[in-house]
């Protein structure tokens, strides 16, 4: 019952970047923040982290076509970068920050 109520399972939205760039969008976006904390604390240091369509889909239940829906928002807003690289082909992420504090405020 505990995890249910847990910190983990809960999404922090901003508002005014809801308001600004849709529902959808903010809440992947929180996702992807909320990975980019995981991978710095585990030493990640030049901002690009990956993250799974499916692991994705499972945290936010946007499935894939709401997430690249919201992935080219967030993309043309200049909110995130998106590359794929590796073998097998990942998608990874870097976050905006600057601009990212700019629409918080």
């Known amino acids: 019952m505990k995890h249910l109520l847990s910190s983990s399972a809960f999404i922090v939205l901003n508002k005014q970047l809801a308001k600004q760039v849709g529902l959808k969008e903010a809440i992947l976006l929180a996702d992807l923040i ?53 073998i097998p082909a990942k998608q990874y992420f870097k976050i905006n920050e600057q601009l990212l504090i700019r629409i918080k405020k």
């Open 34 to 86: 909320s990975k980019e904390e995981y991978f710095i604390s585990k030493g990640m240091t030049d901002g690009w982290f990956f993250n799974t369509e499916a692991n994705i889909e499972e945290d936010t239940t946007l499935n894939s076509y709401h997430q690249r829906k919201c992935l080219r928002t967030l993309k043309k807003e200049g909110l995130i970068e998106v590359k794929r690289k590796g």
